[in-house]
């Protein structure tokens, strides 16, 4: 497993997804000079954007697949089979160990997104909409990536978060790329919503 600095995710999205953990080099916070003063505000909106949004990307998602994935969604977009982050905090738990969960969580979506692009332009080169929603949704969990590592290392000090990836795409049979898609959005849509009634209570105003 290699080792990759916090930073260095943001420009993972269009990379194979694969194992890695994430080390900070150093003793400093690298965002800390990024660091704004609403970062905690931001972080919400953000949240709460992606929540408001992913229903709406998933159904577009499967429009674009055409059939069997139109009428056999509930068959072949099972998540059951594949890997997702465990997302085992609730509201009660401590706000570190929220954050830190989050980070895994946003950190896979970011990567299994630039995936999940990557295959749509070269199946669905001419789905306008949906190209422009998967990046714009990359654009924010980026952002949302951003601010996590600064709420990190600023207030907890941590500099390493060790993240588990999905399977790349790469190879896999036109089919397989939009069934690993679909199932990846599928499994997005149940668990945001989870995240965000978790996260944003943590991030209130004090």
């Known amino acids: 497993t290699g080792v990759v600095p916090f930073v260095a995710l943001l420009l993972l999205q269009r990379r194979p997804v694969a194992?890695?953990?994430?080390?900070?080099a150093g003793s400093g916070c690298p965002s800390h000079g990024l660091c704004r003063s609403n970062v905690q505000e931001q972080t919400r909106r953000q949240v709460a954007v992606l929540n408001a949004t992913a229903q709406e990307?998933?159904?577009?998602?499967?429009?674009?697949?055409?059939?069997p994935f139109s009428s056999e969604s509930d068959k072949l977009c099972n998540p059951a089979g594949i890997f997702f982050p465990a997302f085992r905090v609730n509201r009660t738990s401590e706000r570190k160990e929220v954050m830190v969960a989050m980070y895994k969580l946003f950190?896979?979506?970011?990567?299994?997104?630039?995936?999940i692009t990557r295959d749509q332009e070269e199946l669905n080169p001419m789905a306008k909409e949906l190209l422009e929603r998967l990046h714009n949704t990359t654009k924010t969990t980026r952002g949302l990536i951003s601010n996590l590592t600064c709420l990190l290392s600023k207030n907890y000090n941590i500099f390493q978060v060790d993240v588990r990836y999905g399977d790349s795409s790469k190879g896999k049979s036109a089919f397989k790329?939009?069934?690993?898609?679909?199932?990846v959005l599928r499994k997005y849509v149940q668990v945001i919503g989870q995240a965000a009634r978790v996260l944003l209570p943590h991030l209130s105003p004090s």
Not at 177 to 183: A, D, R
Request: hydrophobic letters at 40%; aromatic letters at 10%.
């Open 19 to 24: 194992g890695r953990a994430l080390l900070v």
């Open 57 to 67: 990307l998933f159904s577009l998602y499967l429009k674009c697949q055409g059939e």
């Open 107 to 115: 950190a896979f979506l970011n990567a299994s997104l630039g995936n």
């Open 177 to 183: 790329k939009k069934q690993q898609g679909c199932q």
